[in-house]
Nanobody, 125 residues
Framework: VQLQASGGGSVQAGGSLRLSCEVS?????????VAWFRQAPGKEREFVAC????????YYAESVKGRFTVSRDRAMHTEYLQMNILSAEDMAVYFC??????????????????WGQGTKVTVSS
């Protein structure tokens, strides 16, 4: 399994970024969920968003609801995280991760076996 996140960078507060995650070795039909987590300096890993397994449901952290949108291009084996109205609180390294999770563990970072290397998002005021 390989997960390659990209698209991070520097943006001004109120701006937007779109992160991409190229996924290989994962089959959605095999029960995998690909999710986005983030980690700010000195803080624990935090769930951001995901499309559960084959795409039946989407989950978002309360802090990003209405601003972030997760999507998937099956043909390109790529997951996306569109982030709008960014603020300093969104500044972190963003990871795409994969695992055979169940609905009760979707937000638990320890439930995911595979982690990509992360892409850094910086928000300036």
């Amino acid at each position: 399994v390989q997960l390659q996140a990209s698209g991070g960078g520097s943006v001004q507060a109120g701006g937007s970024l779109r992160l991409s995650c190229e996924v290989s070795g994962v089959t959605y039909n095999g029960g995998y969920t690909v999710a986005w987590f983030r980690q700010a300096p000195g803080k624990e890993r935090e769930f951001v968003a995901c499309i559960f397994r084959n795409g039946g449901s989407t989950y978002y952290a309360e802090s990003v609801k209405g601003r972030f949108t997760v999507s998937r291009d099956r043909a390109m084996h790529t997951e996306y995280l569109q982030m709008n109205i960014l603020s300093a609180e969104d500044m972190a390294v963003y990871f795409c991760v994969a695992g055979r999770v169940i609905t009760s563990t979707v937000r638990n970072p320890d439930a995911y076996n595979y982690w990509g290397q992360g892409t850094k998002v910086t928000v300036s005021s």
